[in-house]
Each structure stands twice: as structure tokens, then as C-alpha cells.
């Protein structure tokens, strides 16, 4: 139990082109989903928390005009690149947390994105 | 600030040879201390949650342990495939985690 997935799992762009990346709960409900970055040989970057039917919270430093968050339900998830740069190509990973008290995050495959 | 540091950075060892990783935290409010596989290109895997000191936690060749300080991930007697990094992370009042650097583990056949 406990599968999380991302959709793509690799994506090319050219500068200035958005991208959407989905994340699904696929066994579970997720009451939170979150999205981290991650560069080559760093730990994880938490970006945003998104609670389904609200608005996602996102950490000091994010511009929330260029990743957007929707959480439409509550299982899925969708972060969207906006005009997207080369500076933020980088891997993208969303995890999920199910209903309290397990606090446990399961975490995706991963999304790397690559703008041109 | 919630702050979780990981040592060594990277550790070689030798088939059969076993050894440990430290996970140090400061965190307000724990509300659990995760450790996690990571592969090269995925994401991160699941091991273990620790939620209060003196809990131990066991899996094929890994055991968490944790006090209120420190956790540790003790691997015995591994093998090649246990090669990968090893992330630990500390949640705290808001269930935000908070991630160590991770510790890079090479395991020589």
C-alpha cells in the first residue's frame, strides 16, 4: 500500500513554455500532498503543503506565480511550471500523507525537468 | 528553527561489514522521526517512523533507534544492495519535515 505517482517522469521544454506535472495518492486519501525540489547531491527542498479544496502554502523564497498548486481532490495534485527558465530545471518530487495520526509521508518517483 | 543533521556524509564499507548512521535533531514538537532510502534518479522510499525515545524499529538488515536527541540507523552485515542514500527527517508541530543532508552508503562486494 501506500503508492504515490508522478506524471511524467521526464520532461524537455523550451524556455518560456509551461509544465504540469500530476501527482496521485493511488491507494489512499491524501489529506496533505507537498512538493519538494531536489538538486544533483542536495537533500530535498520543501516548495509548497497543499490541503485538498484550499489554497497551497508555500515556503519563504517560492514564487507561487511561477509554481502553481491545485489540489483539486484528494488524491490528486498538479504543480504547473509557469514560463518556465532554464534555472528551473531540477527534480520534482511530490509526496502525500494520509489521515492523522500516521504522519507519514510517501513520497513519488520523481519528475526531471529540463528546460531548454 | 527545526534542524536535522546527518553524519557521516558518506560511508564505504565491505560486505558483511556493519556499521551505523547518525541522525542528530532539534525539532519543536516532534511528531515523528522518519528515515528514508533514496535511489539515484527516484524518489525517496519509506523505512521507518520513530515517535518517542526508546523505540526501536527493524527491517530485513536495518533497525532505527531513537532517543531524544539522535536517531540511528544501524545496518547489519550488508550487501551490495543496501547501497544508496539514506535520508533521515524530523517532523514537528506543523507535520512539515525537515531533512537531513543524507548519508551516501557504498557497500563493496
Known amino acids: 500500500g501506500a503508492v504515490v505517482s508522478q506524471h511524467p517522469s521526464r520532461v524537455i521544454c523550451k524556455s518560456g513554455t509551461s509544465v504540469k506535472i500530476e501527482c496521485r495518492s493511488l491507494d489512499f486519501q491524501a489529506t496533505t500532498m507537498f512538493w519538494y525540489r531536489q538538486f544533483p547531491k542536495q537533500s530535498l527542498m520543501l516548495m509548497a503543503t497543499?490541503?485538498?479544496?484550499?489554497?497551497?502554502?508555500?515556503e519563504q523564497g517560492v514564487e507561487k506565480d511561477k509554481f502553481l498548486i491545485n489540489h483539486a481532490s484528494l488524491t490528486l495534485s498538479t504543480l504547473t511550471v509557469t514560463s518556465a527558465h532554464p534555472e528551473d530545471s531540477s527534480f520534482y518530487i511530490c509526496?502525500?500523507?494520509?489521515?492523522?495520526?500516521?504522519?507519514?509521508?510517501?513520497f513519488g518517483p520523481g519528475t526531471r525537468l529540463t528546460v531548454l | 528553527e527545526d534542524q536535522v543533521t546527518q553524519s557521516p556524509e558518506a560511508l564505504r564499507l565491505q560486505e558483511g561489514e556493519s556499521s551505523s548512521l547518525n541522525c542528530s535533531y532539534t525539532?519543536?514538537?516532534?511528531?515523528?522521526l522518519f528515515w528514508y532510502r533514496q535511489d539515484p534518479g527516484k524518489g525517496p522510499e519509506f523505512l521507518f517512523t520513530?515517535?518517542?525515545a526508546g523505540e526501536e524499529k527493524e527491517k530485513e538488515r536495518l533497525k532505527a533507534t531513537l532517543t531524544k536527541k539522535e536517531s540511528f540507523l544501524h545496518i547489519t552485515a550488508p550487501k551490495p544492495e543496501d547501497s544508496a542514500t539514506y535520508l533521515c527527517?524530523?517532523?514537528?508541530?506543523?507535520?512539515?519535515?525537515?531533512f537531513g543532508a543524507g548519508t551516501t552508503v557504498t557497500v563493496r562486494a
Open positions: 520513530l515517535y518517542s
Open positions: 527527517a524530523a517532523a514537528g508541530n506543523d507535520y512539515k519535515l525537515s
Open positions: 509526496s502525500a500523507r494520509g489521515w492523522a495520526p500516521y504522519n507519514e509521508q510517501f
Open positions: 525539532v519543536s514538537g516532534l511528531r515523528g
Open positions: 497543499s490541503n485538498e479544496g484550499s489554497k497551497a502554502t508555500y
